[in-house]
């Protein structure tokens, strides 16, 4: 039952063949059995889970069922709740408490669903394995020697072993996609400005996007339904943002005449021959589905990677200089005066990892240095949204690989970064771009995971969710579960 579908478990509860309290039961059980062992949840309170799903039984008993009424939902440990601690799996943050919810968390509240625990990340959500985490590795509920992708790593183990029927991740570079393709499972990164930033810890802020994480292309819909709208308390959350039926689109299962380009730059030597294989077919299998497929081109892809990697860590390198010891969390024993506070305070507090990205960031943004990196960046990302505007004057969709290579084993890449941000090089231009991409399963490479890429013009994910649920529909890959923890 823990690997149903969101609208499987309404269904069941509508029946009241399930209560909200027996489905949080189920899932509390299934998270204490495996949790050990995958270290998807960084903190969940049984107690707290308990009385949100009993009050929601109460108010549907009185008012009837609001759009996620009773269903558990993980969240990534990026977003500020003023339940149970919000860590971002960093040191700097321990034991810290939000005074308030993140715009997305109210809107989960106002729609029934129930806060279920916080999830394994990595730090700060910079990196593509969840190995950052302070809290260690989560791992790959499909070979659990392997990491789960990352940032949104926790999420997407939680989901793929059915601790949790869909989960809130972030997308920054590819952290809701990445993981979701590792793990088997299907994510959507929103339209930049679709969703609220607001009480969602900061990393790039002009990159940064919160979205779903789920089993099918349908629960996607619905719970990115829940999440979008605007907040007038975040500037970059769009206003007059072109609406989407999120549910009607996926209802259309429906690609006769889409018109699919296949861009070139995204089917490079170096990646997995089985990820390859994997992708062909389903781009055949979107053909019989009646769509027409096209070879186009996004010339300036090989940049992107670069330009994401002066651009991302400006930003954070900024948006960090707010963990100083005085106002979050963590602070250094007896500091001689201020600059010895600030220095061992995040000299204690950050990881390595976060630490590389605020010199670089710091470096790039340098008086002497800012028109060489920061500014030329800024250059190739205008370049870059400027290749998906043509590809996009001759096609509806693109369809890409997620990630060039399925999921890898833990400690594989911690030594060289370089290696771990070349894994990022399919899902960073659309964020560079602040266009909408979603992963869904297409199949497996020795028994791991791959996943495929749909992106669209901005403010069109009503395409991707057309496509992607005819291409789900058309394919069994819904129904396979990993081994670990027993079906
Ligand atoms: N892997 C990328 C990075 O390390 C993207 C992370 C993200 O999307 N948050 O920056």
Not at 234 to 252: F, K, M, Q, R
Not at 461 to 481: G, K, N, P, V
Request: net charge negative.
């Amino acid at each position: 039952m823990t690997y149903a579908t969101l609208s499987e478990l309404r269904a069941q509860l509508d029946s009241g063949a399930q209560t909200a309290c027996s489905l949080a039961e189920a899932y509390l059980e299934r998270v204490q059995a495996l949790n050990a062992e995958l270290n998807a949840f960084v903190h969940i309170d049984a107690d707290e889970v308990l009385e949100q799903a009993a009050a929601s039984d109460t108010y549907r008993a009185s008012h009837g069922p609001r759009p996620l009424e009773g269903l558990p939902i993980a969240i990534k440990d990026i977003f500020c709740t003023q339940d149970g601690p919000t860590q971002c799996c960093s040191n700097i943050l321990k034991g810290y408490r939000a005074p308030y919810d993140a715009h997305v968390i109210t809107r989960l509240k106002e729609a029934g669903a129930v806060l279920f625990g916080k999830t394994n990340m990595d730090e700060f959500a910079m990196g593509s394995s969840n190995e950052t985490s302070a809290f260690g590795p989560c791992r790959n509920p499909w070979d659990t020697t392997r990491i789960p992708g990352g940032s949104s790593g926790g999420s997407a183990c939680a989901v793929a072993a059915g601790m949790a029927p869909a989960a809130l991740g972030t997308d920054t570079g590819g952290s809701i996609r990445q993981p979701a393709a590792l793990c088997g499972i299907t994510g959507l990164k929103p339209t930049y400005g679709r969703v609220s930033r607001r009480g969602i810890i900061a990393f790039a802020s002009s990159l940064d996007q919160a979205g779903p994480m789920t089993r099918s292309v349908e629960d996607t819909a619905l719970l990115a339904s829940v999440m979008c709208g605007h907040d007038s308390a975040d500037a970059t959350s769009v206003a007059d943002a072109p609406e989407v039926d999120w549910l009607g689109a996926c209802a259309a299962r429906d690609m006769k005449g889409l018109k699919i380009g296949r861009p070139r730059e995204y089917f490079i030597d170096g990646m997995d021959a089985g990820v390859l294989q994997a992708v062909e077919e389903a781009i055949e299998t979107c053909r019989e589905l009646g769509a027409e497929v096209i070879d186009v081109s996004l010339p300036h892809t090989p940049a992107a990677v670069a330009a994401y990697y002066v651009i991302a860590p400006s930003e954070a390198s900024a948006n960090l200089s707010r963990y100083d010891g005085v106002r979050f969390g963590h602070r250094c024993e007896a500091p001689e005066d201020l600059l010895d506070m600030y220095t061992r305070t995040r000299d204690e507090g950050f990881g390595a990892e976060v630490k590389r990205r605020i010199l670089t960031g710091s470096f790039a943004l340098s008086s002497g240095y800012y028109d060489a990196y920061y500014l030329k960046a800024q250059k190739v990302r205008t370049l870059i949204r400027q290749d998906f505007l043509q590809a996009f004057a001759q096609v509806d969709v693109l369809l890409t690989p997620t990630s060039p290579v399925t999921a890898f084993h833990i400690g594989e890449k911690t030594d060289d970064p370089l290696t771990m941000y070349l894994a990022d090089v399919f899902t960073i231009a659309l964020n560079l771009a602040g266009l909408p991409g979603l992963s869904q399963p297409c199949g497996f490479a020795d028994g791991l995971p791959v996943g495929l890429q749909w992106i669209a013009p901005a403010w069109q994910e009503d395409r991707i969710l057309a496509a992607a649920s005819a291409y789900e529909a058309a394919t069994d890959w819904l129904s396979q579960t990993p081994a670990t923890g027993g079906n």
